[in-house]
């Protein structure tokens, strides 16, 4: 399986092997966590730069994805789409201060919330993080963990309808969001929203430069099943 761990796995050893002081184990842990940010930030300017100059195409493949599925197959495509939509977002000191994965998640909550966040300094983002006894409690971007954001972004997309979506549809909009994830250039963000009508999802796709159109074309081209297989 393709993976950085391996690489990282030397340092961790060698310093396991060491005696360890608190104040090791402090500036290790610092340390991976910011070498794990920093790679998957790469990765996901890699993959916008091989996006933006059509390599993949240049070499007769469908796109990027196509090419990654058959050359690197262990590779998450989902997390490498992740990645790439942070990098277009923001630049690798964020990145490496706030991690990629809560950055991810604040690009979604600036969706469902439909809110402006300052990309340079995104730890002042206010998010309303939902309690256990379902109180609501704004916080700074800055102070939230992975499972506060993730549990505001969920408060956001209650739906509207008492009529539970279908899981099917929910994977089905997921991956088309997942498809547009780092496929613009960087400053111009498209919004794409999942919201219950009446028991039925619908995908709002906005903010899109006509110069784009067939960006989104091609992103969606890459994931929506051919005509016959739909359900």
Not at 89 to 96: L, N, P, Q, R
Not at 104 to 112: F, P, R
Not at 203 to 224: E, G, K
């Amino acid at each position: 399986m393709f993976s950085l761990k391996k690489f990282r796995d030397v340092n961790v050893k060698t310093t396991l092997t060491e005696e360890l002081t608190l104040e090791q184990f402090h500036s290790e842990l610092v340390r991976l966590m910011r070498e794990e940010n920093a790679n998957h930030y790469g990765m996901g300017q890699l993959y916008n730069r091989a996006v933006e100059k059509k390599l993949a195409e240049a070499a007769g493949y469908k796109n990027v994805l196509d090419y990654l599925s058959k050359k690197l197959p262990d590779l998450s495509n989902t997390s490498l789409r992740r990645y790439a939509a942070v990098a277009a977002s923001f630049d690798e000191k964020t990145a490496v201060r706030f991690g990629v994965t809560c950055l991810e998640l604040l690009l979604t909550y600036k969706e469902v919330a439909d809110l402006k966040i300052d990309h340079a300094e995104p730890g002042g983002t206010v998010i309303e993080v939902p309690g256990e006894n379902g109180a609501v409690t704004p916080k700074a971007f800055s102070a939230c963990s992975v499972d506060e954001m993730r549990r505001a972004i969920q408060r956001k997309r209650k739906p509207a309808s008492s009529k539970p979506l279908p899981e099917e549809d929910l994977a089905l909009a997921n991956q088309y969001q997942e498809a547009l994830s780092g496929q613009f250039p960087k400053g111009v963000v498209v919004k794409t929203l999942v919201r219950n009508e009446k028991g039925s999802a619908v995908l709002d796709i906005t903010s899109i430069p006509v110069r784009q159109v067939p960006t989104l074309l091609n992103a969606l081209a890459a994931v929506v099943p051919p005509e016959g297989e739909a359900k």
